[in-house]
């Protein structure tokens, strides 16, 4: 037979049936059920019941069948139908059922609304054919509980947490949600609060098998109340489909502990302008991160975790965040690193090992200063290893405002600054970076800026050129390995005093240490600098002032060192200079007014490139010290000129060699011939009788018409 059919327009709620007995109805394809509810006529109110007391059962599909109602069941059995106990089509009515029983039904008991399962009560449903309780997706906008005894709850649509009274959904420990193929939890406004015990809440796809990606996830919208939302001792897994993530979060922070995140397509947790607390969770074989943050303004708490076998980075965090990371293991994930978005570091950082000792920089410059009086200090411990993207860096210091960088390694586990290809090349990131407000290291107290024991390499991409870039700093770079960068080793401008020692600074595809312009003062001690494609060492201002010793500079593609007159003083004769092309050091001539400066005997020639002339003044002697052993090769045309220039003081020239250890100045062309170079030349008012010359090889001068000969000897000043 057909069956009891209630349509839209019953709004009374007067309908009642008490101790029935309904059976074998359901002969409607359109309604099939001993019962129906059908809202068609909607428009009208919904059609409502209340039942007690009574059996249905032997309907050909369902027990009841409802297109939207409001249906309230109490102390009832919907048993031995079809198909379903209670089938409700659409998901938007109101079903209250209480103290019943629904079993024996050939799928499910009941098929409910997601806004009606929190209203199930305390009803056996056990016995069906298919065990659990189908959901319809739609919107909780009432508070209610998900019983075990209710459990599997197979989720059919989208449920959207959602009531102007910000309403809770409990899921009672022991429960299992499986969700058909895009399906998703959101909470939208409103609390999720599934706290498992010994027995977790499950979390899961509805799909035999289930594979990565059945459904969406979990997601947490904006307005979610994050001090009720709680996930403990869940599963959550095989989601990602249309999310990124198992648990998605969007401006929202809730608290995730003691569960388990697993084979999402995608990420297990996503973050996005969102600050979780993730602990104690075990988070694994994710499709690509275990925890993923979108943007800098997320900032979870991510504590005591176990994060293994996702297929790309365990974390991704911006800079600021590594302190957040806490006692967690990371085990056989594709990428053994933790993956930082580059920004300022705003407190003292600490990076160490965590678990793992890479970072990989993935975006933006890691700028590192407090302000004018406050530095902030950015540390490393040994056996670091930060490997940048294009286009990334690390910057100590900017403008007046303090930064202060700690990167000491030691010789058996040294701090590696490098490239993220997997494959380098020179110029793959930008540099390192110490600005006018890095703090100045101190010899005396060990305090400030300091890189010790470190690899720096294949940097240079734009900013500035080099692997690392000094400006009006002082820091010291000692036991370091510098090498690989698309230009120089190490860039030096501006003023300060830069200590540079015992590194090695090689294979660099211009200079090894550049010291551009500016009033700088660095010393350069002690380093093996080779195989660089241009010089060992490039002066290319005259008031900078290197001292320059106990260096090996070796098989560089052009000369050693280019160096200033007035700084030629602070070359010392003992470094070691082999294979250069050419192995000379080149000497860049200008004018001297003060002061002395002496040519040491440092083993090789010097290039003379451009005229040395000594011009003393009403306060300041001037004298030029040429050592036994010096020899001096001129470029054409340019020569040595000793000039009172109507002063006080007469330069002096005190050139002794020996017998054994004569002075040199010759040509330094291939083949000399007379007159390649200018010569030296003593202007009237040279009149202390001071100048003096013994032991010395004069050749190949007199390129002047006007004043020809190797020593001129000149009184226009007379």
Same mark, same amino acid.
């Given at each position: 037979w057909f069956g009891l059919i209630f349509f839209g327009g019953n709004t009374n709620a007067n309908s009642e049936m008490d101790y029935c007995i309904v059976e074998f109805g359901g002969s409607s394809s359109q309604n099939p059920g001993n019962i129906i509810l059908d809202n068609y006529y909607g428009h009208y109110g919904s059609p409502q019941l209340?039942?007690?007391?009574?059996?249905?059962?032997?309907?050909?599909?369902?027990?009841?069948?409802?297109?939207?109602?409001?249906?309230?069941?109490d102390n009832s059995e919907v048993r031995d139908n079809d198909k379903y106990g209670i089938y409700n089509k659409s998901g938007g009515d109101i079903c209250q059922i209480t103290n019943s029983v629904m079993s024996g039904n050939g799928e499910y008991g009941v098929r409910i609304g997601a806004n009606s399962v929190g209203k199930l009560g305390s009803n056996d449903i056990s016995g069906n054919v298919k065990a659990g309780t189908w959901v319809l997706g739609g919107t909780i906008t009432d508070e209610g509980i998900w019983e075990k005894n209710k459990t599997p709850f197979i989720v059919d649509?989208?449920?959207?947490?959602?009531?102007?009274?910000?309403?809770?959904?409990t899921i009672e420990p022991g429960v299992e949600l499986r969700f058909g193929i895009s399906s998703r939890l959101t909470v939208n406004k409103g609390s999720l609060y599934a706290v498992g015990t010994t027995e977790s809440i499950k979390f899961t796809s509805n799909a035999v098998p289930a594979s990565e990606g059945n459904w969406d996830g979990i997601y947490f919208a904006d307005g979610t109340v994050d001090s009720a939302t709680v996930l403990d001792s869940c599963i959550v897994e095989y989601g990602g489909l249309n999310t990124n993530a198992n648990l998605y979060f969007n401006l929202s922070s809730p608290t995730i502990r003691n569960s388990i995140i697993s084979n999402s397509s995608k990420n297990g947790i996503f973050c996005t302008n969102a600050s979780p607390t993730i602990? =104690? +969770?075990? *988070?694994?074989? @994710?499709?690509? !991160?275990?925890?993923?943050?979108?943007?800098?303004?997320?900032?979870?708490?991510?504590? =005591? +975790?176990? *994060?293994?076998? @996702?297929?790309? !980075?365990?974390?991704?965090?911006?800079?600021n965040n590594i302190k957040d990371l806490i006692a967690n293991v990371f085990t056989n994930n594709g990428k053994q690193a933790i993956e930082i978005m580059g920004e300022r570091i705003i407190g003292d950082l600490n990076i160490g090992d965590i678990g793992?000792?890479?970072?990989?920089?993935?975006?933006?410059?890691?700028?590192?200063?407090g302000d004018t009086t406050t530095a902030v200090k950015l540390t490393i411990d040994p056996g670091v290893e930060i490997r940048f993207a294009e286009m990334t860096g690390l910057q100590i210091g900017s403008g007046e405002n303090k930064g202060i960088l700690r990167a000491i390694g030691t010789d058996s586990d040294r701090i590696k600054f490098t490239s993220s290809m997997d494959v380098p090349v020179k110029g793959s990131w930008e540099n390192i970076v110490f600005d006018d407000g890095a703090v100045d290291y101190?010899?005396?107290?060990?305090?400030?800026?300091?890189?010790?024991?470190?690899?720096?390499?294949?940097g240079g991409q734009s900013n500035n050129d080099e692997n690392i870039y000094i400006l009006n700093s002082s820091p010291k770079i000692s036991k370091c390995e510098i090498k690989e960068s698309r230009t120089n080793g190490i860039k030096i401008n501006g003023s300060g005093n830069a200590i540079v020692s015992a590194c090695t600074i090689g294979n660099n595809g211009s200079n090894g240490i550049y010291i551009m312009s500016g009033t700088s003062n660095p010393t350069i001690s002690g380093n093996n600098i080779s195989n660089n494609t241009g010089y060992g060492i490039w002066q290319g201002y005259t008031v900078t002032r290197p001292v320059i010793s106990g260096n090996s500079i070796s098989?560089?593609?052009?000369?050693?060192?280019?160096?200033?007159?007035?700084?030629?003083?602070?070359?010392?004769?003992?470094?070691?200079?082999?294979?250069?092309?050419?192995?000379?050091?080149?000497?860049?001539?200008?004018?001297?007014?003060?002061?002395?400066?002496?040519?040491?005997?440092?083993?090789?020639p010097y290039y003379i490139n451009g005229s040395v002339n000594l011009s003393g003044r009403n306060d300041y002697a001037v004298r030029m010290t040429i050592e036994a052993g010096v020899e001096m090769r001129f470029k054409k045309g340019y020569g040595l000129g000793f000039n009172r220039s109507n002063e006080t003081y007469p330069p002096e020239l005190k050139a002794i060699g020996t017998a054994l250890k004569p002075i040199k100045l010759t040509s330094v062309e291939s083949v000399p011939a007379r007159g390649d170079w200018f010569g030296l030349i003593f202007f009237g008012g040279n009149t202390n009788a001071n100048s003096e010359m013994d032991y010395c090889i004069v050749e190949f001068g007199g390129s002047s018409s006007q004043n020809p000969g190797n020593i001129i000897l000149d009184n226009y000043y007379g």
């Open positions: 209340n039942i007690k007391n009574s059996i249905i059962r032997y309907g050909k599909e369902h027990g009841i069948y409802s297109t939207g109602g409001n249906l309230t069941i649509g989208d449920i959207n947490i959602n009531g102007s009274t910000d309403p809770k959904l602990d =104690n +969770n075990t *988070i694994i074989n @994710n499709g690509t !991160y275990g925890i993923y943050c979108n943007e800098l303004a997320s900032r979870p708490v991510i504590t =005591n +975790n176990r *994060i293994n076998d @996702n297929t790309g !980075y365990p974390v991704r965090i911006a800079a793992l000792k890479r970072y990989d920089v993935v975006s933006d410059i890691i700028t590192v200063y101190d010899t005396a107290t060990g305090v400030g800026t300091i890189m010790e024991n470190c690899v720096v390499e294949y098989n560089n593609g052009s000369y050693p060192i280019r160096i200033f007159a007035n700084s030629i003083s602070g070359l010392n004769n003992d470094n070691i200079y082999t294979g250069n092309n050419p192995n000379l050091i080149e000497l860049m001539g200008e004018g001297v007014y003060a002061g002395e400066i002496t040519f040491q005997d440092i083993g090789i």
